[in-house]
């Protein structure tokens, strides 16, 4: 049997602990400024996509809003801050609509640095009550828009943007009569994790979020996965959901 005749011994080292922040040869961040300038939000009417609008204009973005009924919160918003606020009516679903939205975008502000999608609600059948029209109103609203919203920004899009899909507690709890809505926000999940994955060397953030409360307290998390504190989080589903425990998130 061959036995090893040779010794190793690493060369000991001595730490003073705890080590302070001055010695490190990069200096640690401790606060970073939120920079996002420019967002496109959908849903903004009501619900988390216009919670959403709100704080983003708070932070100072410059917002695209992609919902004609938001008249009185652009109101609301621009009669005290700067922020510019520009309602697009369109369908969604139609032919060319996410090149038109991005064109329209870039034109008025130049840059994206945010994308919000919003899943519009789905009336829930039984399998038995599902109708083909239901089935596919269902995708065409909810999943094939968003991936062409989401492919037509992602070229012009730089590193430390980001992508936030919004879902609803279906996605992860079973329910008897969700049937339409748990495709959807399935279809949706899945979407946001393959697409953080395919944009993390151009450093796009993809996220998504959802919340059981109020819209306005799910607010401060979209925040956060847009601003410095996202920057190392994509893939996610952030769960405001008042401390109940959701496995595979």
């Not at 109101?75 to 060319?96: A, V």
């Amino acid at each position: 049997m061959y036995h090893s005749t040779l010794h190793f011994d690493p060369p000991s080292l001595t730490y003073n602990l705890p080590g302070l922040d001055k010695h490190m040869a990069i200096p640690a961040e401790h606060s970073k400024p939120y920079l996002k300038e420019y967002a496109i939000i959908t849903g903004g009417d009501s619900g988390i996509g216009q919670t959403a609008t709100i704080f983003f204009a708070r932070e100072g973005a410059d917002i695209r809003e992609l919902e004609p009924n938001a008249k009185s919160l652009k109101s609301e918003i621009t009669k005290n801050s700067s922020t510019k606020i520009r309602l697009l009516p369109i369908d969604l679903t139609t032919q060319g609509a996410a090149q038109k939205i991005l064109s329209a975008h870039l034109d008025k502000f130049g840059a994206l640095d945010i994308l919000v999608n919003t899943s519009k609600q789905i009336m829930s059948f039984g399998i038995e009550e599902l109708k083909d029209e239901n089935i596919l109103s269902t995708f065409q609203t909810n999943i094939i828009q968003m991936m062409q919203l989401t492919r037509e920004p992602v070229p012009r899009m730089k590193c430390g943007a980001a992508i936030i899909n919004t879902l609803s507690v279906v996605a992860y709890k079973k329910h008897c009569v969700q049937t339409l809505p748990a495709q959807r926000l399935g279809a949706i999940t899945m979407f946001m994790r393959s697409l953080a994955t395919q944009l993390a060397s151009k450093g796009i953030h993809v996220n998504a979020g959802w919340g059981v409360g109020q819209p306005a307290e799910i607010r401060e998390a979209y925040v956060v996965l847009t601003g410095p504190g996202g920057d190392y989080i994509t893939g996610t589903v952030i769960h405001v959901n008042g401390g109940v425990h959701i496995g595979g998130a």
